[in-house]
């Protein structure tokens, strides 16, 4: 349910690296909460953004929900098929229901995100 080879969050993104490009999405235990993804705003491509930044919005029938970025970069490309079909956020939220990739500006930042085992632990004390 959480993939070893990705770094999570605790705001509930993953972010998958590879070399200075990474992947990011959100969690299954994030689209579980939103129950139904009905609306995706999508960051521009070429946008520089600071890890941290909410750069994307997730909007479900229960909330509306930011998504910030994992780590420091410029965006490379967003998933254009959540615009028809938001739902793939809820259907495979770590494969099709990608949101969007960046070139990595600060690797460092890697350091300070953390691994499934731990993000496992952290959403066990989330409040329900």
Do not use: C
Request: hydrophobic share 35%.
């Amino acid at each position: 349910m959480y993939p070893e080879d990705r770094y999570y969050t605790k705001s509930h993104e993953w972010i998958k690296v590879e070399g200075n490009h990474a992947t990011v999405g959100v969690t299954y235990y994030a689209q579980e909460q939103l129950v139904e993804v009905v609306f995706v705003e999508l960051p521009e491509p070429g946008m520089e953004v600071k890890a941290g930044d909410g750069i994307a919005v997730l909007e479900s029938v229960k909330a509306v929900s930011d998504i910030y970025a994992p780590v420091s970069g410029t965006i490379l490309e967003v998933n254009k098929k959540l615009e028809d079909q938001p739902e793939l956020i809820n259907k495979d939220p770590y494969g099709e229901g990608w949101i969007f990739s960046l070139e990595i500006i600060q690797k460092e930042e890697i350091d300070k995100l953390i691994r499934a085992t731990e993000y496992q632990s952290h959403i066990k004390n989330e409040p329900k």
